[in-house]
């Protein structure tokens, strides 16, 4: 397993980006990890008095100007460098939902946090991320993101921002040869988001994604990937 890596997760009070927040910092990282809000006694404040100085708590909403500038400002204040960048934070605000029922509202708020907060946040990153020798953006997508994959059609906010999301996703890769840029489906994830029926628990699915960051070769750079390492057509 990896460690001694610096790395930045957004949306990490609860689900997939609080368990990756744990798993890096059990392997042995150092982790900056993003979130709206967090609560005196919730699991984020509780992994940094375990933790301490290898996590840096940074209340910050992605989808803001301001947000972005404190995280960009607390990561440059801690460290030279960046390794890992995992753009998680995410809304699913238009489930099942038809074309008469999407309003303005749902489409930006979607496209906000799921596509234009990772771009922006990515860029406020980037020169961190260039100085790490071994650089890898991950961006939290969804099979929902597919266009291939769409059979049931619906739920245009959340697939068109994932689509979006990875075509962020390729535009980077190519841009930027030296690090390694995926987008990731983590499966369907018992979280607040994929519900109680949901296949895969939380710890299966981050265990899944960090060995599918970790292993990425610079070939596979610029792909869609399952959290079992299977490639998903776009
Ligand atoms: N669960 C699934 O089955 C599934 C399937 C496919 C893809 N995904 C993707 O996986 C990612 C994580 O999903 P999840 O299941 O863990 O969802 P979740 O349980 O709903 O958690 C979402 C997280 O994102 C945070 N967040 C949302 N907007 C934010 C913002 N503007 N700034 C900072 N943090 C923000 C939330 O913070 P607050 O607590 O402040 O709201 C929360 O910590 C998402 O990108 C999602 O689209 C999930």
Redesign the pocket.
Known sequence: MLNGKKICV?????????ELVSQYLLNGNEVFA????VEKDSALAQLKEKFGNRLTLVQ????TES?REMIRSAVFAQTKSLDILVN?????LDRRSDLPSVTDEILRDSFQ??AI?PLLLTQALLPLLEKSSDARVAN?????GSISDNGRGGTYA?RMS?VALNMFTVSFARDYPKMIALTL??????????GKD?L?S?KESVTGLIQVIERATPEQSGKFYDFEGDLIEW
């Open positions: 957004t949306g990490t009070s609860r689900g997939i980006g609080l993003v979130a709206r809000k910050a909403d992605v989808g947000g998680n934070a995410g809304v699913y946090t799921n907060a939290i997508s969804s099979l929902m959340y994932k489906h983590p499966g369907w994830v018992q979280t607040d988001m994929g949901a895969t939380v």
